[in-house]
């Protein structure tokens, strides 16, 4: 438990203490009480909204009960002084021994440093990626993978039961007209000169492979067959290719998905109907017209009776129709169907969408709210896109992807780590520059390097104490540390309440700023040495400082090592 879980539970049992003395009502909700660091570091090193929070509904004024608490926090062990502050705030100073301890606390914790159980094995599924499997992946899906992954792996490390999921949008026109521009390569590959890829096809040199597969499997059968005999054959044979492609393509970026689900397996199977059966069931979907569209009305236009749901019931602007007038399931309907499936197994429901999907969030919101009854926790996190830039310069689109650039190619030119980080410096609902130029360089201004840079200072020292004091180091003795490897420890501390809030908030970028903060921290720290050799971390004639201010610099290390993990990022032992 971290010394900030340790205040919280402690403070937990006094409130619990004052309602049993009678100075405090039974009952009082009290998940609003938090236990965090001051904004003001001045302040002292943690500070509690308690009074605030419960004197409303305890029916006292908040100076007075902040006064009942402050008393009971100045008995606990760790607790130096309480102060109140305003209209009643709550702050304290804990001891030094206590931030020496939390040190001694990460040392042994080690990898699991920040771990928790704060999701209490609770069933969640993060869907993210889910591209169309018609090409590779570019970079349009990059920064929705990683920061799906990053989320997937920091739920995962706060105690949630995560499955990572990838839907498969395989029974859309798209996929036919995927099937089609595989046909056209077969005819290629079996010597015919196609010219031009037809407007509508596409034209990508990728699925050369796949018509060349397709020639030797099946030689000219299909050459001039009417499409009705190899369409759904080539589809089938193009989407298996296409997502052996796109896993290639992830696990270049270190991700694996735990679920691959087909949208045209659900639709065989029949969820949509169950679904609508459930929907009607419970008078949620009703046969209805839809509203002539908004504006001047299209002139062939005309009213039709169409399955709706009560959309507006949960939220949304208006009911919306889960099948066509053909009879087809619309977008929404196929949608709704899957989410109702994933609910089937899961707690809580998270899916990654780029931001040109904003206006499906409400519909989508509204139908799990309405499967689900109200019972599974659903999120959307909605990713910008990235715009790709050289020197400030746009870049040039890939030749062999068509259209686009690839994945593939942003990774192998600048690494894994690179690209996930990068991705991980900004909120996902804001815009993004990617500058192949600045993400590489060896500057306190590109977040990667300066995080990166921090570790394998770290991991030189060790190397070079090893070389130093070749009869190993004493114990170290923490009473010798400063003002600032102090500051140094209570900023370790934060790490196991950064990630709880990040994983509430569903947030991953939350991690890269704490470790950006931690790592700039570090780097002042080991620069004070450059004028004052005496604050090195290597003090030749003094070995117990030394092993002391290694010691923190090792714990430090490992803080950084463990959110790199998050993040899907190594933690570099040397950079060239």
């Known amino acids: 438990m971290s010394i900030f879980a340790r205040i919280a539970t402690a403070l937990d049992g006094l409130l619990d203490t004052m309602v049993a003395a009678g100075e405090l009502p039974a009952g009082l909700n009290r998940t609003a009480v938090t236990v965090e660091p001051p904004r003001d570091p001045a302040h002292g090193d943690m500070a509690t909204n308690a009074a605030m929070v419960l004197a409303k509904p305890a029916g006292t004024n908040p100076r007075a009960l902040a006064e009942l608490i402050a008393e009971r926090l100045r008995g606990l062990a760790d607790v130096e002084t309480v102060e109140i502050a305003g209209p009643g705030f709550i702050n304290m100073r804990l001891d030094r021994s206590a931030w020496e301890a939390e040190l001694t606390a990460v040392h042994a914790a080690g990898a699991d440093y920040g771990r928790s159980d704060v999701g209490k094995d609770l069933r969640v599924n993060v869907e993210y990626v889910s591209a169309n499997p018609t090409g590779p992946m570019h970079m349009g899906h990059c920064r929705g993978a990683v920061v799906g992954d990053a989320l997937a792996s920091l739920l995962a490390f706060s105690g949630y039961a995560v499955t990572r999921e990838y839907y498969i949008n395989d029974a859309g026109g798209q996929v036919d007209v995927l099937a089609r521009s595989v046909h056209l390569r077969y005819r290629e590959a079996l010597g015919e000169d196609i010219g031009e890829v037809p407007e509508g096809l596409y034209p990508g040199a990728y699925l050369v492979p796949v018509g060349h597969k397709l020639a030797t499997q099946y030689g000219s059968k299909f050459v001039d067959a009417p499409e009705s005999e190899w369409l759904a054959l080539f589809r089938k044979a193009a989407v298996a290719d296409m997502m052996d492609m796109i896993r290639a393509d992830l ?211 060790g190397r070079r104490v090893a070389e130093a004091f070749s009869g190993g180091l004493p114990v170290p003795d923490l009473s010798r540390f400063g003002a600032e490897e102090l500051d140094l420890v209570k900023q370790l501390a934060n790490f196991p309440r950064v990630v709880e809030a990040a994983a509430n908030a569903r947030e991953p970028h939350r991690i890269a700023f704490y470790l950006y903060d931690l790592a700039a921290s570090f780097h002042g720290w080991w620069n004070l040495g450059n004028d004052q050799p005496d604050r090195r971390v290597i003090q030749a004639d003094d070995a117990v400082l030394t092993a002391t201010r290694l010691h923190l610099s090792a714990g430090i290390g490992q803080v950084i090592k463990n959110g790199l993990a998050l993040m899907g990022v190594a933690a570099l032992e040397e950079m060239s």
């Open 251 to 461: 696990a270049l970026l270190g991700i694996h998905h735990d679920l691959f689900s087909s949208e045209a397996e659900l639709q065989a199977a029949g969820k949509p109907e169950a679904a609508e059966q459930w929907l009607r069931a419970h008078d949620l979907v009703y046969d209805g017209m839809l509203e002539a569209p908004k504006g001047e009305t299209p002139e062939d236009w005309e009213p039709v009776e169409l399955p709706l749901f009560r959309s507006t019931k949960f939220g949304d602007d208006q009911d919306r129709p889960i099948k066509k007038s053909n009879g087809s399931w619309t977008y929404f309907g196929a949608d709704m169907a899957y989410h109702f499936q994933k609910a089937q197994s899961a707690d809580q429901l998270i899916d990654i969408w780029g931001a040109d999907h904003a206006g499906t969030v409400k519909r989508i919101t509204a139908a799990v709210a309405a499967l689900t009854e109200g019972k599974v926790r659903f999120d959307v996190k909605l990713v910008q896109m990235v715009r790709l830039l050289r020197d400030g310069e746009p870049v040039k689109m890939s030749k062999r992807a068509g259209n686009f650039v690839t994945l593939a190619d942003v990774v192998n030119e600048v690494g894994k780590d690179v690209v996930r980080f990068t991705m991980l410096t900004r909120k996902a609902d804001a815009q993004m520059d990617f500058d192949f130029a600045k993400v590489v360089e060896a500057s306190k201004d590109n977040p990667v390097f300066y995080v990166q840079y921090a570790h394998a200072r770290i991991a030189s020292l």
